[in-house]
C-alpha cells in the first residue's frame, strides 16, 4: 500500500471514530460533554440545525480566525477535519442505532466509551500526519502569539467556550470537568501507537524503494 494512501485512510478511519465518539457522548449529555460539544449542543437547541452541522460551523470560523494569526497550521487536513467530523457525528446520530440514555449509572459507562473512542480517532488522524484540527491549530496560532503554553491557551479557551455554552443552556455536569483527563491519556497512547505503525508502514516502503534501485 502508498504510504500516502495508507495515511490518508487512518485520517479518515481516525475522523470516523472520532465522530463516532462524539455522537455516542451526545446520546448521554445530560451527565455533562466536553466544552466544544457544549457549544454545539447548546447552538443546535437554541437555533436549530444539527449538532454536526454546528461542529462544522465553529471549526470554520477557527480555522479563519488561525488564517490570520498564523496560517502555517492550516493544511487541507485541517479542513478536512473541519468540514467531515460534524457530518459524521450526525450520520451516526440519524442511524439511530447507538445507545441510549438510561438514567442509571450505565450512562457514565456509555459516556466513558465515547470518550475513549474519541481519544483513540484523535490519535488515529494527528498520526497520520495530513495535518492539525481546527481546535488543536488555533490552540498552537495563539500559543504563538502570546506568551501561553499550549496547555495554557487551550484551558483558557475551552473555559471561555464552556461558559458561553453554559450561558446559552448547554450541557454541563460532572463529566464535562472530567472529560479531558480521560481523553488526553487515551490520546497520547493512541497517537503513539499509531506514529509507530505510520513509522514502520513508511520504513517498509523506503526498504522496497531501496529493493527496487538495487
Given at each position: 500500500?502508498?504510504?500516502?494512501?495508507?495515511?490518508?485512510?487512518?485520517?479518515?478511519?481516525?475522523?470516523?471514530?472520532f465522530?463516532?465518539?462524539?455522537?455516542?457522548?451526545?446520546?448521554?449529555?445530560?451527565v455533562?460533554l466536553?466544552?466544544?460539544e457544549?457549544?454545539?449542543v447548546?447552538?443546535?437547541q437554541?437555533?436549530g440545525?444539527?449538532?454536526?452541522t454546528?461542529?462544522?460551523?465553529?471549526?470554520l470560523?477557527?480555522i479563519?480566525?488561525s488564517l490570520f494569526?498564523?496560517?502555517?497550521?492550516?493544511?487541507?487536513?485541517?479542513?478536512?477535519?473541519?468540514?467531515?467530523?460534524?457530518?459524521?457525528?450526525?450520520?451516526?446520530?440519524w442511524?439511530?442505532?447507538?445507545p441510549?440514555a438510561?438514567?442509571?449509572?450505565?450512562?457514565?459507562?456509555?459516556?466513558?466509551?465515547?470518550?475513549?473512542?474519541?481519544?483513540?480517532?484523535?490519535?488515529?488522524y494527528v498520526?497520520a500526519?495530513?495535518?492539525?484540527g481546527?481546535?488543536?491549530?488555533?490552540?498552537?496560532s495563539?500559543?504563538?502569539?502570546?506568551?501561553?503554553?499550549?496547555?495554557?491557551?487551550?484551558i483558557?479557551?475551552?473555559?471561555?467556550?464552556?461558559?458561553?455554552?453554559?450561558?446559552l443552556?448547554?450541557?454541563?455536569?460532572?463529566?464535562?470537568?472530567?472529560?479531558?483527563?480521560?481523553?488526553?491519556?487515551?490520546f497520547?497512547?493512541?497517537?503513539k501507537?499509531?506514529?509507530?505503525?505510520?513509522?514502520?508502514?513508511?520504513k517498509?516502503k523506503?526498504?522496497?524503494?531501496?529493493?527496487?534501485v538495487?
Amino acid at each position: 500500500m502508498e504510504l500516502k494512501v495508507f495515511q490518508y485512510f487512518l485520517f479518515f478511519l481516525g475522523l470516523t471514530f472520532f465522530g463516532l465518539g462524539n455522537a455516542i457522548a451526545v446520546k448521554v449529555k445530560y451527565v455533562g460533554l466536553h466544552p466544544w460539544e457544549v457549544l454545539n449542543v447548546a447552538l443546535y437547541q437554541r437555533l436549530g440545525l444539527t449538532i454536526g452541522t454546528w461542529g462544522v460551523v465553529s471549526g470554520l470560523v477557527l480555522i479563519i480566525i488561525s488564517l490570520f494569526v498564523a496560517r502555517s497550521y492550516i493544511s487541507i487536513g485541517t479542513i478536512l477535519n473541519a468540514i467531515c467530523i460534524g457530518p459524521i457525528m450526525d450520520f451516526f446520530l440519524w442511524l439511530d442505532i447507538l445507545p441510549k440514555a438510561t438514567n442509571t449509572w450505565l450512562d457514565y459507562l456509555i459516556l466513558l466509551s465515547g470518550i475513549v473512542i474519541t481519544g483513540i480517532g484523535g490519535g488515529m488522524y494527528v498520526a497520520a500526519g495530513i495535518g492539525a484540527g481546527p481546535r488543536d491549530g488555533f490552540m498552537l496560532s495563539i500559543s504563538d502569539r502570546t506568551r501561553l503554553s499550549v496547555s495554557q491557551a487551550r484551558i483558557i479557551v475551552e473555559s471561555l467556550v464552556l461558559i458561553i455554552g453554559f450561558l446559552l443552556g448547554g450541557p454541563v455536569f460532572i463529566a464535562t470537568f472530567i472529560y479531558t483527563f480521560i481523553q488526553s491519556p487515551v490520546f497520547h497512547r493512541s497517537l503513539k501507537l499509531f506514529k509507530a505503525l505510520v513509522a514502520t508502514v513508511k520504513k517498509k516502503k523506503n526498504q522496497a524503494h531501496e529493493g527496487i534501485v538495487l
